[in-house]
């Protein structure tokens, strides 16, 4: 019984430990794809606005190849990490602001590239001059820092977590080996024991024939004398 408790109880810790950081590594992986993309997010949007400001310096449609490109990376990134804040309610609302300061800022560039198409340069300076789209652009900045920073930390929450529980699986691998000698050793010791019981008991048996066969070989020889 003690043997099947033990093996039980390794069995445990062992599924445990595996859940546990499987659990842990999977959360790690989504929290580094998370950072990255909220890092590409910003870069993109550097491009973007460098795309931007060169076409409506130079009239240059080569200027808004870099400009569409980083734009339609930016909504290709968006959904994916609106299901990953939804599941980490605490910078959800950093997300959302970070998402409306995105749409704000595009829509600006939009609008000024769209106007100078139009040929009213008045009208696409003007709006730059407003500073809406700048000041979009260093709530995006302060926003990617934040939550950079949120999942930095908590990639670090989650080696900490794999370390914890590769340690506990280790202690209780160790508490489990060290009763699986105790369990031996008594095993051994109750088994030595039973063995010189035996050998007492055959002993006595022994002791108790040879009386019989003494006392057999007396009485006969009584009867013959």
Do not use: C
Not at 54 to 75: F, M
């Amino acid at each position: 019984p003690l043997a099947l408790l033990v093996a039980l109880a390794l069995l445990l810790i062992s599924e445990t430990s595996y859940h546990r950081s499987l659990a842990a590594i999977q959360e790690t992986n989504a929290a580094v794809d998370a950072r990255i993309h909220v890092g590409r997010v910003l870069r993109y949007m550097v491009d973007a606005e460098t795309g931007q400001r060169g076409y409506l310096l130079t009239g240059k449609e080569i200027y808004l190849t870099p400009y569409r490109n980083a734009v339609t990376q930016i909504k290709e990134l968006l959904p994916s990490l609106s299901r990953y804040y939804a599941a980490h309610p605490a910078q959800l609302t950093d997300f959302e602001t970070l998402a409306r300061a995105i749409e704000k800022k595009l829509s600006e560039m939009s609008e000024t590239i769209q106007l100078h198409r139009e040929g009213r340069e008045d009208a696409w300076r003007s709006l730059l001059q407003l500073d809406v789209g700048l000041e979009m652009q260093q709530t995006i900045r302060v926003v990617v820092d934040r939550l950079i920073g949120v999942e930095m930390q908590r990639l670090t929450d989650h080696q900490t977590q794999v370390k914890q529980t590769l340690l506990i699986s280790r202690l209780g691998v160790a508490a489990m080996t060290v009763l699986s000698v105790l369990a031996f050793y008594f095993y051994l010791k109750q088994t030595r024991e039973l063995g010189l019981e035996r050998e007492r008991r055959r002993a006595a048996l022994q002791a108790e024939r040879d009386l019989l066969e003494s006392q057999v070989n007396q009485r006969t020889h009584e009867l013959t004398v």
